[in-house]
């Protein structure tokens, strides 16, 4: 105990450097939690949705694997045909073509995510659980269903007109109670009218529903050698894709916080050098009282440590707060949390946080350890 009091006596004995170090460490440790708390946001948010998808099995365009609704249309109607025939001849329950469009800019106000689906196609066929508030479930020829959150946040009534472009326009048929899901930010139109705004044929996407008893994997091999060109990938294909990208973008985003880790430490390894610096006499007393070199060596180290550790945990209790009040506007614009700060999120921020005054706190206590005895009594 007596070492843990002389380390709390010598950072108090100098508040305005030990001060400024914290807050080094503190925002350091903040922002590597927030750019990483993004990955583990989006990687939560990305598997729910996914889990609440119907459709077992997405057929693509090859080379846009794990883009899903967003690839291109480049899906002909040939190719629909033919995988048509293929499910009916494996017995699937259902094959379902579809086009994604958005309109707007990066603002969710102002940011609409239309879905085509064809004539008789409810999306509750897509996202389990889907069900009307108002009006119709299906769309018609010449009218569109809403998802919950966009027709709050962009004050859709029934009725009310959708411009798709100069020549379409549709009118609102039904709204969606809120799932809570991705379908809670879409409006799904009929896919004729997503086709002629885009000026083509093709389609996005094939979302094929097994029938009880499946295998998807099995079924999606079938469906790629019945239809060279496509791409059929299931559920945990996605994950699985997504994983990696989100890896990946954990990896950039870690390089960028980077930067300030690499501040922070700096900074304990500056106060830290210059405490040595200034105790010099005091460590050369100590030692002729006893003090052995691995006493000093320890004393200097933990002083980093507690540094660390400290601006660690309060860096962590920032970003979560951080975390917390993005969250409270994504969920209240788009209905989903892209922000988390997970145990392991918050155990590797500690870790990094104690390893960075580790590594700050070494070469000044191993100096600190050197200084002969002589030469420390000797300076005024």
Do not use: C, W
């Not at 044929?201 to 060109?229: I, Y």
């Not at 052995?292 to 707060?321: N, Q, S």
Request: glycine share 12%.
């Amino acid at each position: 105990m007596e070492i843990f009091h002389l380390v709390l006596r010598n950072l108090l004995a100098r508040p305005v450097r030990s001060l400024l170090t914290l807050l080094g460490v503190l925002i350091a440790t903040s922002s590597m939690v927030l750019f990483l708390s993004f990955g583990e946001g989006l990687r939560r948010s990305l598997f729910q949705e996914l889990s609440r998808v119907g459709p077992a099995i997405q057929v693509v365009p090859e080379g846009t694997e794990g883009l899903g609704f967003g690839a291109y249309p480049e899906i002909t109607p040939a190719q629909l045909q033919a995988l048509e025939e293929a499910g009916q001849a494996l017995g699937v329950r259902a094959l379902v073509p579809t086009l994604f469009l958005s309109r707007g800019g990066f603002d969710p106000q102002t940011s609409f995510f239309f879905q085509g689906l064809p004539p008789g196609v409810g999306p509750d066929l897509l996202y389990p659980g889907v069900r009307a508030k108002e009006g119709r479930l299906v769309p018609t020829a010449g009218g569109a269903v809403v998802g919950g959150k966009v027709a709050k946040r962009s004050q859709l009534a029934l009725e009310s007109p959708l411009r798709l472009s100069p020549q379409v326009t549709l009118k609102v048929e039904g709204l969606l109670e809120e799932s809570g899901g991705l379908a809670d930010n879409l409006i799904f139109v009929p896919l004729e009218a997503l086709q002629r705004v885009l000026g083509t044929q093709n389609f996005s996407a094939v979302l094929v529903a097994l029938s009880p008893g499946q295998k998807a994997e099995e079924v999606a091999r079938n469906l790629e050698k019945a239809v060279p060109g496509l791409k059929a990938q299931t559920t945990g294909d996605v994950m699985r894709f997504a994983e990696r990208a989100l890896r990946i973008s954990d990896l950039v985003r870690f390089g960028i916080s980077l930067v300030a880790l690499i501040v922070g430490g700096l900074l304990v390894a500056n106060t830290v050098m210059m405490s040595v610096y200034e105790r010099t006499r005091e460590f050369g007393v100590m030692r002729a009282l006893g003090a052995r070199r691995g006493f000093i060596f320890r004393l200097v180290v933990l002083e980093a440590l507690f540094l660390a550790l400290l601006g660690g945990t309060l860096g962590l209790a920032l970003g979560g707060m951080v975390s917390y009040a993005i969250n409270l506007y994504t969920f209240a614009q788009v209905g989903l949390a892209l922000s988390a700060v997970t145990p392991r999120l918050a155990l590797f921020s500690l870790l990094v946080a104690l390893s960075l005054g580790l590594f700050a706190g070494l070469l000044p206590a191993y100096n600190a350890s050197r200084i002969p005895v002589v030469e420390a009594l000797g300076r005024v």
